[in-house]
T-cell receptor, first 118, second 113 residues
Framework: DAGVIQSPRHEVTEMGQEVTLRCKPI?????LFWYRQTMMRGLELLIY????????DSGMPEDRFSAKMPNASFSTLKIQPSEPRDSAVYFC????????????????FGEGSWLTVV | AQSVTQLGSHVSVSEGALVLLRCNYS??????LFWYVQYPNQGLQLLLK??????LVKGINGFEAEFKKSETSFHLTKPSAHMSDAAEYFC???????????FGTGTRLKVLA
C-alpha cells in the first residue's frame, strides 16, 4: 500500500516567493496533520484536519501560512510570502481517528518536504 | 497538560551493546505511548506503541519498551545494537479524547564499530 505521499521532496526558493507543499494521505484515513521540524524547535504541529475540516490551526505560525484540504485525498500547505526562517522540513501525516479523539491509532508520516528559503 | 521528556539528546553505544533510550511522560489520564524512528532524510516510522494491555511491548527491528506507570516511563531497549540502528528516536504521548500527539525532542543514536 502507498504511504503518505508528499511533494516536492526538496525546494529551494527565494525570500518573498510563494511556496506550496502537497500531501496525499493514506487512502481511508480521515485525519491529516502538518508538522514542521527544525533543529531548534523539534516537531511542531501546525494544523490538524479531521474529515477534511480544519479542527486546530493554533500551531500555524502566522498569517503567511495557510492550509487546505479540499478532499479526502489531498492537502496543501502554502507559505506566502516565504522567509528564511521558514526553512525546515515539513511533514504531512495521516491516521484514522474519531472526531472525539484518538484511540491510540498510529499516525503515518510522509518522507517530508525539505524547504530552504534563501 | 501532557509532556514528554527524552533524557540525552545524543547516545553512543558500541555495536553489539545494549541500547537504552529514556522517555518519561506526564499525563493526567491513561496515556498512549509511542516510539518512532527517523533515519536520515526520511520521515518518522513507528517502532512500537502501547495503548492498553501488556506493559512490555515488542516492536520492529528487535526493539521493545516497557510502560511503567509508577515511574511514568516508557524506555526503549534493544539487547544488541546494530550499525543500522543509527538514527533519531522520538517518544510521543497521546490519550483518548484528544487528537494531539506530543513528541519529545528526540535522541540521536550513534553506533560505534
Amino acid at each position: 500500500d502507498a504511504g503518505v505521499i508528499q511533494s516536492p521532496r526538496h525546494e529551494v526558493t527565494e525570500m518573498g516567493q510563494e511556496v506550496t507543499l502537497r500531501c496525499k494521505p493514506i487512502s481511508g484515513h480521515n485525519s491529516l496533520f502538518w508538522y514542521r521540524q527544525t533543529m531548534m524547535r523539534g516537531l511542531e504541529l501546525l494544523i490538524y484536519f479531521n474529515n477534511n475540516v480544519p479542527i486546530d490551526d493554533s500551531g500555524m505560525p502566522e498569517d503567511r501560512f495557510s492550509a487546505k484540504m479540499p478532499n479526502a485525498s489531498f492537502s496543501t500547505l502554502k507559505i506566502q510570502p516565504s522567509e528564511p526562517r521558514d526553512s525546515a522540513v515539513y511533514f504531512c501525516a495521516s491516521s484514522l481517528e474519531s472526531i472525539s479523539g484518538t484511540s491510540g491509532n498510529t499516525i503515518y508520516f510522509g518522507e517530508g518536504s525539505w524547504l530552504t528559503v534563501v | 497538560a501532557q509532556s514528554v521528556t527524552q533524557l540525552g539528546s545524543h547516545v553512543s553505544v558500541s555495536e553489539g551493546a545494549l541500547v537504552l533510550l529514556r522517555c518519561n511522560y506526564s499525563s493526567s489520564v491513561p496515556p498512549y505511548l509511542f516510539w518512532y524512528v527517523q533515519y536520515p532524510n526520511q520521515g518518522l516510522q513507528l517502532l512500537l506503541k502501547y495503548t492498553t494491555g501488556a506493559t512490555l511491548v515488542k516492536g520492529i527491528n528487535g526493539f521493545e519498551a516497557e510502560f511503567k506507570k509508577s515511574e511514568t516511563s516508557f524506555h526503549l531497549t534493544k539487547p544488541s545494537a546494530h550499525m543500522s540502528d543509527a538514527a533519531e528516536y522520538f517518544c510521543a504521548v497521546s490519550h483518548s479524547g484528544t487528537y494531539k500527539y506530543i513528541f519529545g525532542t528526540g535522541t540521536r543514536l550513534k553506533v560505534l564499530a
